[in-house]
């Protein structure tokens, strides 16, 4: 079974190189394959290029996919860096 | 035998030097298209594999260099470097062509080429440029698979001669500098990086050469020459032999000059001097106290944001202040709080703000502060912190009205509320200054002087606001006149007003460093020089051998003077 949800760039600065890295990261701890999808555009969350291209800012709402075997704990994982902006200035 | 060919450019750093190319390319290369049979392309994944490794391990290396050198913050770029080696949408697509029978220079190539066709339709310029990450990495695989040496600048030769399309504070910091003899640059100005570093590693620049680096390859002979602004190549043994010459005689004048250094800056009639350097990085603190400044008149903060991919932190901003408070010891060290535009910082990915149809009138350094307060508390806590090391001073950039300096006292106040709450140690009575660069606040100097604590008179700025002239535009870079009368009455004025509430004035701007104004700003009561440090054993020669009730005559005979020219032959007069 498939999971998704929606989630919101809280973060200032919006998916810049520094938070995307970050993204790319988390999403490389589980083996769920995760999608990230804004508007028409759909891309893998363990791509940095494909992240960056969605050139997301702040404000903007995603659609967040996971499916897998870790696919419940992936999307919480990747809410989680998210509601946090990355840590950055909010 | 090949032909001496001269190059014109702008002469970014002074002196001459005779030595090889070292090509800091921006690989263009040619990638080679073959068709990989079947039984082979098995041995291509495995080429395209060590390629990849090869990369990997170069990258690392460098984050490692950079988060050494500047904090773990810098190093952020890297990260996402080495995030693109292993991005899985780029691998499956460059897989799919090396199966199809596609060389993995050429699989590379097509799939960055489509990739940033899709970059290129985004609006947003920060987003736009990312592609450029991308197509750096890919060019760094394809070095690799073509085992090129990646010419890298920790590798560098003596007597190298760098010679690229622009200088990055990244490059700078990887540079051996006691190997680097000249730069020599497509692009970039006067006050460009590439000129400032030069003119601290005292070493000869020039820039602005629009496409010498397609004119050159690694290891041919060079000459620059950045006293007159060009750059020769192969020169002729005769060329040669001439700048030897001149060479010689620079280093007999560095010889000579460095007999002042232990010296006092003293006029002949006994008027104390104080000569200050400027700097751009912490790494120019050796060249500082080698040519006996007195302090640091001017630390462009601005190589903080530059070098980076985020906003420094409390932290960033501390450790490296810290650092050059306690290798300056009992020194003054005024830091220049952030003088950047929102454009600057939207470009480095910073920020997030609408292109200005003006940007030097626009929203930088000050204004940029007040707007967002944040970006000005976190670096005056690292300066708070940091003060505790050594005697730091902060002075604000482009303040237009007097409500700039209260609204950031209000922030600086806050500061040390925020750091006193948290027990951290700081210098509660830290000098606060305010640049005189604009026009506005020059005007009323006199009730500037009773809001900070010193004033340091920025003429770059200031005379292009006065003025009303663009210096980098051909067309009217001759109105550009360090010596207009409304300059030298301006200079006077805010002299005097400082003095009348005792406090001392610098000058920071290129006008300060230049031998042919010393007599004069002397004479104008001038107390404080600050200058790329090359420039201070000249300068305190050359006033050592000043009078300074002499000085004053001419000054006063000076702001009489109602065109510049009157100007010159007054000052000529006098010399005589």
Known sequence: MMKEKKIKIVNKLGLHARPASLLVQTAMKYSSNITIIKDEYKVDAKSIMGILMLAASCGTELLLQTDGADEQQALEGIEKVFNEGFGEEI | MENEIILKGIAASSGVTIGKVFLLEEDEFFIPVRKISKDKIQAEFERLEKAVSVTEKEIAENKEALSKMLGENYAEIAVAHLLILKDPMISKEVDILINSGVNAEYAIYQVVEKMSKTFDNIDDEYFKERKNDLIDISKKIITNLLGKKSK??????????????????ADTITMKNEMVAGFATDTGGKTSHTALIAQ???????????????????????????????????????????YKKEYEIQITDRRHLEQFKNLPTVTLDGRNIKLDANIETPDEISSVLANGAEGIGLYRSEFMYMATKTMPTEDDHYQNYARI?????SKKVIIRTIDLGGDKLTKLGLMNIGREENPFMGLRAIRLCLKYPLILKTQLKGILRASVHGNLQIMYPMISKIEEIRQANII????????????????????????IEVPSIAVIADLVAKEVDFMSIGTNDLIQYTIAVDRVNEDVASLYEPLHPAILRLIKMIIDAGHKQGKGVGMCGEMASSIEYAKVLIGLGLDEFSMSSSKILKLKKEIREISFENSKKLADSLLKCSVTKEVYDTIEKFND
């Open chain 2, 200 to 242: 601290s590693l005292e070493i000869p620049a020039v820039v602005g050469l629009k496409n010498i680096s397609a004119q050159v390859y690694h290891g041919m002979s060079i000459i620059v020459d950045g006293n007159k602004g060009i750059v020769i190549l192969n020169p002729s043994k005769k060329t040669k032999q001439e």
């Open chain 2, 412 to 435: 600086l106040e806050q500061a040390k509320q925020e750091l006193k709450k948290q027990g951290e140690k700081f210098n509660p009575d830290i000098k606060v200054g305010a640049m």
């Open chain 2, 325 to 329: 408070a306690k290798q300056m010891g």
């Open chain 2, 152 to 169: 890298n600048l920790s590798n560098l030769d003596s007597g190298s001669v760098v010679v690229a399309k622009m200088l990055t504070p």
